[in-house]
């Protein structure tokens, strides 16, 4: 990758191009510490009920989205060409569809805890963040044009939670929710990374969290955590609505930049895993779901030991995260996360000039 131009006495070498493009250890850290708390969350989800289980869930869905999102935004480009919109098409969409497609068959098995997914439009489960990345990519360039492109994005949030049809179709109200984290993301992803460390910070960042962590049993409805409803379906008013979704905007904004500060900022040897973490999120349903017609979460539930069992699952997490984000397991899962079997068939390439 070096270029070398052949002087009199000596060639001078020019920096190679690569070295900008080296993955950030930092990003790839937080993706897979964020990756095993969704995994986490959705083995919790199965024994909600008991009031510490209850709790550990809300204070993981306070902020672990929300930080997904400002990362998805740290790495996105604002300008919109022909090469952006096919990576969605065939990066974003069409594993979705493939997905949607495989969630609905696994659905048929014995013992599927629901109904998998009703339409395509209406993403199944874990499924939402696909078309909602794919929406958020396709506003950026639009918003960032604008004057005060944070505050257009808050009112938009907050706007979707006043409309009763907003919901889970299409992901709208999850894509309206979030989209000011991926906003701030873009826009201060970089700054974020290099001002969040230091042991003074990441000891206000576990004050931060511990304190999260108890006052997350206030959150009585965890759709509140979702975005995925409108304020009448939560069946309160639009001023209240409007209170709460602003409150889980600051709150996630807060959750997240002190889960951020704690991230080890060097290459660690889980880090590469980091980078794979897309296939372990559209993955790890099928496990969780089979593990549940299994009657594993049933056994657990049984036990009435909540702390034990939470003992048990963040560690199965893990494992299953570094199971489906493996080098072997990426091989496996190509032609559905990066489907170029399917892109080289649909796409026609730019006739060479």
């Given at each position: 990758m070096l270029l070398a131009r052949k002087g009199p006495t000596r060639a001078i070498s020019l920096p190679a191009p690569a070295a900008r493009c080296a993955r950030d250890p930092w990003r790839d850290n937080a993706r897979l510490g964020l990756i095993t708390l969704v995994v986490f969350g959705h083995c919790l989800e199965p024994l909600?009920?008991?009031?510490?289980?209850?709790?550990?869930?809300?204070?993981i869905y306070l902020f672990h989205m929300p930080a997904f999102a400002f990362l998805s935004g740290s790495v996105a480009r604002a300008e919109v060409d022909v090469r952006l919109l096919r990576r969605i098409a065939f990066q974003l969409?069409?594993?979705?569809?493939l997905f949607q497609g495989l969630y609905a068959l696994a659905a048929r098995a014995p013992g599927w805890p629901d109904a998998g997914p009703t339409g395509v439009t209406t993403p199944y489960w874990l499924l939402w963040y696909l078309p909602s990345l794919a929406c958020w990519r396709l506003l950026l360039p639009l918003c960032v044009r604008l004057r005060r492109p944070l505050l257009?994005?808050?009112a938009f949030a907050v706007a979707t939670g006043w409309a009763d049809d907003i919901g889970y179709g299409l992901s709208l109200s999850r894509t309206a929710a979030f989209f000011p984290l991926f906003l701030l993301g873009h826009l201060h992803g970089d700054d974020w990374r290099e001002r969040l460390h230091g042991l003074p910070l990441q000891v206000l960042a576990v004050a931060v969290l511990a304190l999260m962590a108890l006052v997350a049993g206030i959150v009585s409805d965890p759709r509140w955590l979702y975005g995925s409803n409108g304020y009448a379906a939560l069946g309160i008013g639009d001023a209240e609505g409007t209170l709460w979704r602003l409150l889980r905007l600051g709150v996630g904004v807060l959750g997240a930049a002190a889960f951020l500060s704690l991230v080890p900022r060097r290459a660690l040897s889980v880090s590469a895993a980091g980078g794979r973490s897309l296939q372990a999120y559209l993955a790890h349903g099928f496990v969780i779901k089979f593990a549940t017609a299994a009657g594993v979460f049933e056994a657990l539930a049984s036990s009435g030991a909540p702390v034990l069992v939470m003992l048990i699952l963040l560690p199965a997490a893990w494992l299953?995260?570094?199971?489906?984000?493996?080098?072997?397991?990426a091989r496996l899962l190509a032609p559905l996360t990066s489907p170029q079997w399917l892109e080289q068939r649909i796409w026609r390439p730019s006739p060479s000039v």
């Open positions: 909600r009920g008991f009031a510490l289980v209850d709790a550990a869930y809300r204070f969409l069409l594993p979705y569809l257009f994005a808050v299953l995260v570094r199971l489906l984000a493996s080098v072997p397991a």
